[in-house]
């Protein structure tokens, strides 16, 4: 088959360390039968030693070739699509009832956040996440209060899951390496997630952390006045200092 040149457009870093490659799959500990989805399986790097092990995987590539040479593997239902197109309640409703989604993906870095949000819609239809990401942004969605990484991907995303750093991958497990670090993340969605508004959620930390250097009574104090709240909240602090348990709270206690 012909060789595919790597398209900087669709951020592809093939992966091709074996070693690494082994180390994501024990990671991922794929079962026969889960319903697993796979964003972005390029050249088939993790997808041909995780298909070997569930017997049949989704993958929803964009690369028209790579979806092309995809859909000759007698074992993988190909969606040629931009995975920010995917309607993941239609794929979850093509397995059998009832069976959570299980989605993995090395991921085109500059998509990668909108990704993640467009995920954290669904995440009521997912077991769990697996993703490689630039370690830069898994710093950020792990970050505690209180330190430098802490931020609005921090918050947005550990009101809903559990996440954990599960391994570091260096440039050079790629071809061709990209710039920067990368690591895997393990997401699970929370099983009893609080009642939130996701966008007000959002509004609220976009708010926040819009000049995190400042007291919040700058710039989430005042949008608080204007929505109509007089509850307790202590604008006396940085939008870094505050732990995700504020953030929701207020969600819910601002007026609609
Ligand atoms: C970093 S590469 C990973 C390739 C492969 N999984 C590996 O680990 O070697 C990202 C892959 O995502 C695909 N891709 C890029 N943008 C995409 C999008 N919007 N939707 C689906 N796939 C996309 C690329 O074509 C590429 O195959």
Avoid: C
Wanted: aromatic share 6%; proline share 8%; net charge negative.
């Amino acid at each position: 088959m012909a060789q595919h040149i790597a398209r900087k457009r669709f951020g592809q870093h093939f992966l091709s360390d074996g070693g690494i490659i082994d180390s994501i799959v024990r990671e991922i500990a794929p079962q026969p039968g889960d319903a697993m989805v796979e964003i972005g399986p390029g050249l088939a790097a993790l997808t041909q030693p995780l298909v070997e092990r569930l017997g049949r995987l989704t993958v929803i590539e964009l690369d028209r070739d790579l979806a092309k040479r995809l859909r000759e593997h007698p074992q993988l239902d190909v969606i040629e699509s931009d995975v920010l197109k995917v309607d993941f309640a239609e794929l979850a409703a093509k397995f059998p009832a009832g069976k959570p989604l299980r989605v993995v993906g090395n991921l085109p870095y500059n998509i990668s956040t909108p990704i993640l949000f467009h995920l954290l819609g669904h995440a009521h239809l997912v077991a769990d996440q697996h993703f490689m990401l630039q370690k830069e942004v898994i710093d950020r969605m792990v970050a505690s209060p209180a330190t430098s990484d802490y931020s609005r991907l921090s918050v947005m995303l550990q009101w809903r899951y559990e996440m954990e750093n599960v391994l570091f991958v260096p440039p050079e497990s790629f071809d061709p390496p990209p710039r920067v670090d990368s690591a895997v993340v393990r997401m699970v969605p929370l099983a009893t997630p609080p009642a939130v508004d996701e966008r007000r959620l959002g509004e609220i930390v976009q708010v926040a952390f819009s000049q995190r250097r400042k007291l919040l009574r700058h710039t989430l104090g005042k949008w608080l006045q204007e929505h109509g709240f007089s509850g307790d909240f202590d604008t006396q602090r940085r939008a870094e200092e505050v732990p995700v348990a504020d953030y929701v709270a207020l969600a819910q206690a601002v007026p609609q």
